[in-house]
């Protein structure tokens, strides 16, 4: 029987992020479609809002000319709607058949779970895919990739199934594994479901889907067939415009000073020692894979984590920090990552958490706070930094997350900082804010602030950089000048933790 | 930052101490009375003063179980005190120096055992009444002192002290929340904690200042109380945190922290105070007075609970204006 999942106008708002933007479109049976965008673009978002797990804000499904709603993923499944996470959602205790039929088990007399019954029926469907398991075998005694096969089968198991999603079902798997999974997806494709495929591996987009489906921010590009399509195609449709130019045009005229910040043996109980120079008006990137430890160096410079060993030495003195307080007062400053729980003050508005760090200097000795001072501030920053807010007393929370984090850099530039460290500071934002923080720090450096810029973007980290220090494995694993700068020797750096001499 | 403003929250809160001036009142003529509204004040005197600390301690996102074991034990030993022939003014200050280092206790338990408040503060409450009991060994301790009764009985404006006293402090810890340094820092640390350590603050000395002054405000409470006594009694004072706890949530106080002010805590209190007495008013057996209190508890409970609701949806509509 012929299917057609049809999106129609969904939205999903979160408080400052359009997660998904007026996406429409249609999936046939019989297609395997892939979803194909940048971390953030909206593809999980999507499928947890078909299935019940997040509510779109609008928009409707329509299923085979039948518009669905579904309230939870599991009346989803009900009606024949799987989706196949990443994570095992399956039961490690039970066997192969208990999962398939979880909740449903066949049942003989007085209502007693008939499991020989369901054993016959799971080694049918086991067949029928060709694996060499057993329904009696307990699922924390298979790989994973079984155990991935076993959440197919217990969607494979019901009659209606109609939908089956599967979000980046390879991330774990080896190459054979991956070989046996595509298999059976070509099998349930033959048999007419609608098959979606949400991976960022272009080669297996290339080996396994018919087409796919572009996203970018939240909005939903355009499908291609994927055989037609070239790969640089695809990747500029779900980049959207070239970024290059932007680092082309910035204004990175400036002179680089005397040292600033000398950071000697510096550790953590989440860092090893790790030393460096930051010179003044130079923008020293930061760049390894995640988890290399480089927003741990920068927490332990500036006590948000207890410095284990090492020293700070500022404009040549050496300096106690124990807390971020004490940072601040000697004029290094961070911009955390997570803006959500570390940057904002969620419950305050757009000049409060511009004021927060300013509390000493704009009260009275009585601690009285000079709210004619704060105003000032507030506007100043809000000018200075061009922040969209309706008013400054606006929640900041309503912002956008370019503003929201326009907020916390211009809290921190309000302190007037010697050292200013930025943690992630376009992660999450739009193109256009983008541009404009690259800007800021241009201009920041230009004004003899030293900045450390850490960032899991190639791209920016090389187009903002003086020089580039590359972690990995919790230490500094090498250092590279603007003009050696290239994707491949800061990845070699940051994932063999040297350079290949070519 | 916080302004004083008449807004939704308030005026459902006037609406519902209307509302139960008028059941009660129909229920019993003597409940509008001009005595039994100063004995309502009277009643939310000692509760207030510990609602205060709430206020302050739970939007830092904190709380506090041990009031009503402290407010006791605060009672005795000023009562013990003075009767050894300390002079009133060094008992009151001893005793509210007593009631700081509980407060400090409090504030060691959550910032540097880290344990939950809710938790560190039950350890608190079981201790504190224990020494209150041990401190005069299980008999109230009469007061003879006559400054000390003189705190209990005296009037100005034919309203009692401990009202006044109460008012005062409304005053001005609704200000110091409202306007200063430290105020804006509790709010702060009770939105977002981590967020405001690394925007420079000091969520331990806030929290500890916090609960120092909960200590301070229950030691008075516990002094004025034993006054109108006559005596410091070590079994007072059972559930005051409870009362004071569904006044300063009624007020519009949230349990996620971050959110409340001074006014609303005020109104809590009255709300609360009048619902109690009215009970006792209308002769309901003190059994079901318990139950109906719980009552009260979960609707105040529910209704934070909708007024959260409420504001994630406004936030998540207003902010799609924006985008």
Same mark, same amino acid.
């Not at chain 1, 594994?177 to 272009?202: C, D, P, Q, T």
């Not at chain 2, 409870?242 to 009624?250: E, K, N, Q």
């Given at each position: 029987?012929?299917?057609?999942?049809?999106?129609?106008?969904?939205?999903?708002?979160?408080?400052?992020?359009?997660?998904?933007?007026?996406?429409?479109?249609?999936?046939?049976?019989?297609?395997?479609?892939?979803?194909?965008?940048?971390?953030?673009?909206?593809?999980?978002?999507?499928?947890?809002?078909?299935?019940?797990?997040?509510?779109?804000?609008? =928009?409707?499904?329509?299923?085979?000319?039948?518009?669905? %709603?579904?309230?939870?993923?599991?009346?989803?499944?009900?009606?024949?709607? +799987?989706?196949?996470?990443?994570?095992?959602?399956?039961?490690? $205790?039970?066997?192969?058949? $208990?999962?398939?039929?979880?909740?449903?088990?066949?049942?003989?007399?007085? =209502?007693?779970?008939?499991?020989?019954?369901?054993?016959?029926?799971?080694?049918?469907?086991?067949?029928?895919?060709?694996?060499?398991?057993?329904?009696?075998?307990?699922?924390?005694?298979? !790989?994973?990739?079984?155990?991935?096969?076993?959440?197919?089968?217990?969607?494979?198991?019901?009659?209606?199934?109609?939908?089956?999603?599967?979000?980046?079902?390879?991330? !774990?798997?080896?190459?054979?594994?991956?070989?046996?999974?595509?298999?059976?997806?070509?099998?349930?494709?033959?048999?007419?479901?609608?098959?979606?495929?949400?991976? %960022?591996?272009?080669?297996?987009?290339?080996?396994?889907?018919?087409?796919?489906?572009?996203?970018?921010?939240?909005?939903?590009?355009?499908?291609?067939?994927?055989?037609?399509?070239?790969?640089?195609?695809?990747?500029?449709?779900?980049?959207?415009?070239?970024?290059?130019?932007?680092?082309?045009?910035?204004?990175?005229?400036?002179?680089?000073?005397?040292?600033?910040?000398?950071?000697?043996?510096?550790?953590?109980?989440?860092?090893?020692?790790?030393?460096?120079?930051?010179?003044?008006?130079?923008?020293?990137?930061?760049?390894?894979?995640?988890?290399?430890?480089?927003?741990?160096?920068?927490?332990?410079?500036?006590?948000?984590?207890?410095?284990?060993?090492?020293?700070? &030495?500022? @404009?040549?003195?050496?300096?106690?920090?124990?807390?971020?307080?004490?940072?601040?007062?000697?004029?290094?400053?961070?911009?955390?990552?997570?803006?959500?729980?570390? =940057? &904002?003050?969620?419950?305050?508005?757009?000049?409060?958490?511009?004021?927060?760090?300013?509390?000493?200097?704009?009260?009275?000795?009585?601690?009285?706070?000079?709210?004619?001072?704060?105003?000032?501030?507030?506007?100043?920053?809000?000018?200075?930094?061009?922040?969209?807010?309706?008013?400054?007393?606006?929640?900041?929370?309503?912002?956008?997350?370019?503003?929201?984090?326009?907020?916390?850099?211009?809290?921190?530039? +309000?302190?007037?900082?010697?050292?200013?460290?930025?943690?992630?500071?376009?992660?999450?934002?739009?193109?256009?804010?983008?541009?404009?923080?690259?800007?800021? &720090?241009?201009?920041?450096?230009?004004?003899?602030?030293?900045?450390?810029?850490?960032?899991?973007?190639?791209? @920016?980290?090389?187009?903002?950089?003086?020089?580039?220090?590359?972690?990995?494995?919790?230490?500094?694993?090498?250092?590279?000048?603007?003009?050696?700068?290239?994707?491949?020797?800061?990845?070699?750096?940051?994932?063999? =933790?040297?350079? @290949?001499?070519? | 930052?916080?302004?004083?403003? *008449?807004?939704?929250?308030?005026?459902?809160?006037?609406?519902?101490?209307?509302?139960?001036?008028?059941?009660?009142?129909?229920?019993?003529?003597?409940?509008?009375?001009?005595?039994?509204?100063?004995?309502?004040?009277? #009643?939310?005197?000692?509760?207030?003063?510990?609602?205060?600390?709430?206020?302050?301690?739970?939007?830092?996102?904190?709380?506090?179980?041990?009031?009503?074991?402290?407010?006791?034990?605060?009672?005795?030993?000023?009562?013990?005190?003075?009767?050894?022939?300390?002079?009133?003014?060094?008992?009151?200050?001893?005793?509210?120096?007593?009631?700081?280092?509980?407060?400090?206790?409090?504030?060691?338990?959550?910032?540097? *055992?880290? /344990?939950? #408040?809710?938790? #560190?503060?039950?350890?608190?409450?079981?201790?504190?009444?224990?020494?209150?009991? *041990?401190?005069?060994?299980?008999?109230?301790? #009469?007061?003879?002192?006559?400054?000390?009764?003189?705190?209990?009985?005296?009037?100005?404006?034919?309203?009692?002290?401990?009202?006044? *006293?109460?008012? /005062?402090?409304?005053?001005?810890?609704?200000?110091?929340?409202?306007?200063?340094?430290?105020?804006?820092?509790?709010?702060?640390?009770?939105?977002?904690?981590?967020?405001?350590?690394?925007?420079? /603050?000091?969520?331990?000395?806030?929290?500890?200042?916090?609960?120092?002054?909960?200590?301070?405000?229950?030691?008075?409470?516990?002094?004025?109380?034993?006054?109108?006594?006559?005596?410091?009694?070590?079994?007072?004072?059972?559930?005051?945190?409870?009362?004071?706890?569904?006044?300063?949530?009624?007020?519009?106080?949230?349990?996620?922290?971050?959110?409340?002010?001074?006014?609303?805590?005020?109104?809590?209190?009255?709300?609360?105070?009048?619902?109690?007495?009215?009970?006792?008013?209308?002769?309901?057996?003190?059994?079901?007075?318990?139950?109906?209190?719980?009552?009260?508890?979960?609707?105040?409970?529910?209704?934070?609970?909708?007024?959260?609701?409420?504001?994630?949806?406004? /936030?998540?509509?207003?902010?799609?204006?924006?985008?």
């Amino acid at each position: 029987m012929e299917h057609v999942l049809e999106f129609q106008h969904i939205s999903k708002y979160f408080p400052g992020v359009k997660a998904l933007d007026d996406v429409s479109f249609k999936a046939y049976s019989g297609e395997v479609l892939a979803f194909l965008g940048e971390n953030g673009a909206g593809k999980s978002t999507l499928l947890k809002t078909l299935n019940g797990d997040y509510q779109p804000t609008s =928009g409707k499904y329509i299923l085979d000319g039948q518009e669905k %709603h579904f309230k939870t993923p599991h009346e989803a499944i009900e009606e024949g709607i +799987s989706i196949i996470y990443q994570e095992r959602q399956i039961l490690l $205790e039970l066997s192969v058949a $208990e999962n398939i039929y979880l909740g449903r088990m066949p049942l003989g007399r007085f =209502g007693i779970i008939d499991t020989t019954k369901a054993n016959v029926m799971a080694s049918k469907i086991i067949e029928d895919f060709g694996l060499p398991i057993k329904p009696e075998t307990k699922v924390k005694d298979l !790989s994973i990739a079984y155990q991935q096969m076993v959440e197919i089968m217990k969607a494979y198991s019901r009659d209606n199934l109609k939908v089956i999603a599967f979000d980046e079902p390879t991330a !774990s798997l080896s190459d054979s594994e991956i070989e046996a999974l595509f298999k059976i997806i070509r099998k349930l494709k033959s048999e007419g479901k609608i098959i979606i495929y949400v991976s %960022h591996r272009m080669e297996e987009i290339e080996e396994i889907t018919d087409k796919v489906a572009i996203f970018k921010d939240g909005h939903y590009v355009d499908t291609v067939r994927t055989g037609e399509c070239p790969q640089s195609e695809m990747i500029r449709m779900m980049v959207g415009r070239d970024l290059g130019d932007i680092y082309n045009n910035l204004d990175r005229d400036k002179t680089i000073g005397d040292v600033l910040l000398e950071v000697r043996n510096v550790s953590s109980d989440y860092v090893k020692p790790n030393s460096f120079v930051l010179r003044k008006g130079e923008v020293l990137g930061f760049s390894g894979l995640v988890g290399a430890g480089r927003t741990e160096l920068m927490r332990a410079i500036i006590g948000a984590d207890k410095m284990k060993t090492g020293e700070v &030495i500022l @404009e040549g003195k050496k300096t106690e920090i124990h807390s971020p307080h004490d940072a601040m007062k000697q004029g290094i400053v961070l911009v955390p990552e997570d803006r959500k729980l570390q =940057g &904002i003050i969620s419950n305050f508005s757009v000049a409060d958490n511009i004021n927060i760090s300013l509390l000493d200097q704009h009260s009275d000795r009585f601690g009285f706070v000079n709210e004619k001072e704060e105003k000032k501030t507030a506007e100043e920053g809000i000018r200075k930094f061009s922040i969209k807010t309706p008013s400054p007393d606006k929640k900041i929370v309503e912002l956008s997350g370019g503003n929201q984090q326009k907020a916390i850099v211009a809290r921190w530039l +309000s302190t007037d900082p010697k050292v200013l460290i930025l943690d992630e500071p376009t992660k999450g934002i739009d193109v256009g804010a983008k541009s404009e923080f690259y800007n800021m &720090i241009c201009k920041f450096a230009k004004q003899g602030i030293g900045v450390i810029l850490i960032s899991s973007e190639l791209p @920016e980290v090389i187009g903002l950089s003086d020089r580039i220090i590359v972690m990995k494995g919790r230490q500094i694993s090498g250092e590279i000048s603007r003009q050696e700068a290239s994707e491949t020797n800061l990845l070699s750096l940051a994932m063999i =933790g040297k350079v @290949e001499k070519s | 930052m916080k302004k004083l403003k *008449i807004n939704g929250d308030k005026l459902v809160l006037v609406a519902a101490i209307v509302a139960v001036f008028i059941l009660f009142t129909t229920l019993n003529s003597n409940y509008l009375s001009l005595t039994n509204i100063i004995n309502i004040l009277i #009643a939310a005197s000692l509760v207030g003063l510990v609602a205060i600390g709430h206020t302050y301690l739970i939007i830092a996102g904190q709380n506090d179980l041990s009031p009503g074991s402290l407010a006791a034990f605060s009672g005795v030993l000023a009562a013990t005190l003075v009767s050894y022939g300390v002079p009133f003014v060094l008992t009151c200050l001893i005793t509210i120096v007593a009631g700081m280092l509980v407060g400090l206790c409090n504030a060691f338990m959550v910032n540097k *055992i880290k /344990l939950e #408040a809710f938790i #560190a503060t039950l350890v608190s409450q079981s201790v504190i009444r224990g020494f209150a009991y *041990i401190l005069c060994g299980g008999k109230p301790v #009469a007061i003879a002192d006559p400054t000390f009764l003189l705190l209990g009985k005296l009037r100005i404006l034919n309203i009692p002290l401990s009202v006044w *006293i109460m008012l /005062l402090c409304i005053v001005v810890f609704g200000i110091v929340l409202a306007k200063t340094k430290f105020g804006r820092s509790i709010y702060a640390i009770g939105g977002s904690k981590e967020a405001a350590r690394l925007a420079g /603050l000091n969520p331990q000395q806030i929290i500890r200042r916090s609960f120092l002054m909960m200590g301070a405000l229950c030691a008075v409470g516990g002094i004025i109380f034993s006054a109108r006594m006559n005596s410091g009694q070590p079994a007072a004072n059972v559930n005051l945190e409870f009362d004071a706890i569904t006044a300063v949530i009624l007020g519009g106080v949230s349990f996620a922290g971050g959110v409340g002010d001074m006014g609303g805590t005020f109104l809590g209190i009255i709300l609360i105070q009048a619902f109690n007495t009215g009970l006792t008013m209308v002769n309901v057996p003190s059994f079901w007075q318990y139950v109906a209190k719980g009552g009260l508890l979960l609707f105040a409970l529910a209704t934070d609970y909708v007024r959260k609701q409420r504001r994630e949806k406004e /936030l998540l509509e207003l902010s799609m204006k924006n985008l």
